[in-house]
């Protein structure tokens, strides 16, 4: 089955705490994204990457990092996360040349 | 500044009522333009979209209105079905490789039985 998986599905952490939510795909897309959303605010972009070892800042990258060392893969990671991170985090992939997203499951992370 | 501008937050219908979504958006380059089905506790999935080279596109009860001089479009909801009920977003952006999405805040829809 295609699918985009996160994990895990829900956190609870302490302020500062480092933690890594991963995400995978296996349809072989070259294009995946982290959006994180909040109530009222929709959708927003942390960070995308086009393919293997290349990836860029979206609209709210402060406080997360990515990494791209296999296509299948795109880990979010929070170094020191804050209160304000506490959010509903959603991994997508896409195929290069089709703008139809396939969205993960979601992570929930609260930060306390 | 916010890009794609969706309105209502909230929408309460009837079933087998019409549900209407509104989105505004500012780029004259966005030529892509999804609406995004989600049921609680799951991602966002492609309900429908449609790009400026037409100004309707149906898919069985959802139709996507597009009026490119008022940079407007909008998603119909025929004969809504409480199992529609969920929250919906629309988006916007270039196609193809420059397509990096710009979502708009959500419509949280009911349809009551």
């Known amino acids: 089955e295609a699918q985009v998986t996160q994990n895990p599905r829900y956190l609870i952490t302490v302020t500062g705490k480092k933690l890594t939510v991963t995400c995978s795909q296996n349809?072989?897309?070259?294009?995946m994204s982290w959006y994180r959303q909040d109530p009222g605010l929709g959708l927003r972009q942390i960070y995308y990457?086009?393919?293997?070892?290349?990836?860029d800042k979206g609209d709210v990258p402060e406080g997360y990092k990515v990494s791209r060392k296999e296509k299948r893969n795109f880990p979010l990671i929070l170094e020191s996360p804050s209160p304000n991170q506490t959010s509903l985090y959603f991994c997508?992939?896409?195929?290069?040349?089709?703008?139809?997203?396939?969205f993960g499951p979601g992570t929930r992370l609260t930060v306390t | 500044q916010q890009q794609v501008k969706q309105s209502p937050q909230s929408l309460i219908v009837q079933k087998g009522g019409i549900s209407i979504i509104n989105c505004a958006y500012e780029n004259t380059a966005f030529d892509y333009f999804p609406w995004y089905q989600q049921f609680p506790g799951k991602g966002p999935a492609l309900l429908i979209a449609?790009?400026?080279?037409?100004s309707e596109k149906k898919e069985g009860r959802f139709t996507i209105s597009f009026n490119k001089s008022a940079k407007q479009f909008s998603l119909h909801i025929m004969d809504s079905q409480p199992g529609d009920s969920a929250t919906y977003f629309c988006?916007?952006?270039?196609?193809?490789?420059?397509?990096?999405?710009?979502f708009g805040r959500g419509t949280s829809l009911i349809v009551h039985p």
């Open positions: 349809m072989n897309h070259e294009y």
């Open positions: 988006a916007a952006g270039g196609w193809g490789g420059s397509y990096i999405p710009t």
């Open positions: 449609i790009r400026p080279d037409v």
């Open positions: 990457s086009m393919n293997v070892e290349v990836t």
């Open positions: 997508a992939s896409r195929r290069r040349g089709w703008n139809e997203q396939y």
